[in-house]
């Protein structure tokens, strides 16, 4: 089993700042990659920023130059810094994780990919 925990949603003001966090504990042989995705009322949900193991970065351009994703590979956690937010940000935004659970799992190329539970950040004034 794996399990994802997030945290650092919180009510911010425009031109604020957050950082969330995700940890992933569990069955984990190694991470594939680990991104950040978000879905606000009335909205599918969307993909906010993406990094793989090696460090490759994405971002949509609605966060791009404002949002930074980083990882720690050690402590298989994911970090969304977020900058210059505006309120067209507010959302639940969801951890996402593709991992290998086993060492013939990654030699496959078979991941498996777990949602965290969503924390909401506002923006507002």
């Known amino acids: 089993q794996v399990r994802l925990v997030e945290s650092g949603g919180d009510l911010v003001q425009p031109g604020g700042s957050l950082r969330l966090s995700c940890a992933a504990s569990g069955s984990i042989f190694s991470i594939n990659a680990m991104g ?10 969307e993909l906010v920023a993406t990094i793989t193991k090696g460090g490759t ?3 949509p351009d609605s ?3 404002r949002f930074t994703i ?3 590979n050690a402590k298989n956690t994911v970090y969304l810094q977020m900058n210059s937010l505006k ?3 507010t959302a639940v935004y969801y951890c996402n994780v593709g991992l290998f659970t086993t060492a013939q799992a990654m030699f496959r190329k078979q991941y498996d990919v777990y949602w965290g539970q969503g924390t909401q950040v506002t923006v507002s004034s």
């Open 36 to 45: 950040w995705y978000r879905q606000a009322p009335g909205k599918q949900r």
């Open 63 to 65: 966060v791009k130059g």
């Open 70 to 72: 980083s990882a720690d």
């Open 87 to 89: 309120p067209e940000d």
């Open 57 to 59: 970065t994405n971002y």
